[in-house]
Each structure stands twice: as structure tokens, then as C-alpha cells.
């Protein structure tokens, strides 16, 4: 697995040379809104909530569409017209090595280990 997102907190300099960090998330972290489909850490979610809420008034909404490096915007969009459960079984295909790897069956578990290896590797 490699890197497919980049965080969108404004401030992130924890990817190479300052840069915002990248990493993964899989496709049903993107359908269900989950922070990892936005942000590296939760604490960078939280705090690009918070500058986005700063930044817009309450009648904008967020923009809360993941940004990454293995989609278009179109893409992206085209994935919140899938049922959740048909994203949800495609995912556990695709990371099906890696609960085999783990012994994991949970998504969010599995995927945090795929970025600590990426961390590990220096793909990050």
C-alpha cells in the first residue's frame, strides 16, 4: 500500500522537508467521513475543523472532501454515490492482506497499521 491523501490542516509540516504529511486511508474511511480521510492525526483534524470554522461563516458548509493523491474531485464525489456497504465490502477486499498480515479484522486498526509500515519505510 502506498500513501493516497495528503492533510489538509493548513499547518501540517510533518511530511518530507515541512511539507503537509501524507498518508492512507482507504476508500470506506472517505465514504463514511471519517477524520482519517482529512487529516494525518486526529489533532490535525480538530484543528483544521477549527481553523475552517474560523475561516467560514456557519452558513458555508466545509469543505469536507478528502484530498487525495490517487483521485480527482469527480472521483471523490462519485464515491458518495456508492452504498456505503458496497464501498464497505470492496475495502475489506482490498486491505484483505493486510488483516490476514495483522490479524486484524477491524478497518480502522488495519489501516492505522499500514501507516505506521509506511512511517516505518520512510514512504511518508
Known amino acids: ?3 493516497n491523501h495528503i492533510c489538509k490542516y493548513s499547518k ?16 470506506y474511511c472517505d465514504r463514511i467521513n471519517s477524520w482519517k480521510s482529512i487529516a494525518c492525526c486526529k489533532e490535525h483534524f480538530d484543528l483544521y475543523i477549527e481553523e475552517e470554522l474560523e475561516r467560514k461563516s456557519m452558513l458555508n458548509k466545509i469543505n469536507m472532501l478528502p484530498k487525495r493523491t490517487d483521485m480527482s474531485e469527480d472521483e471523490i464525489k462519485g464515491l458518495y454515490n456508492i452504498p456505503a456497504d458496497v464501498v464497505l465490502e470492496r475495502t475489506n477486499q482490498e486491505l484483505q492482506y493486510y488483516k490476514d498480515k495483522y490479524g486484524i479484522n477491524n478497518i480502522n ?8 509500515e509506511l512511517n516505518k519505510e520512510g514512504r511518508l
Open 1 to 3: 500500500m502506498k500513501a
Open 12 to 27: 501540517c509540516n510533518l511530511g518530507d522537508n515541512g511539507q503537509p504529511k501524507q498518508y492512507y486511508a482507504c476508500d
Open 109 to 116: 486498526e488495519v489501516v492505522d497499521k499500514i501507516n505506521d
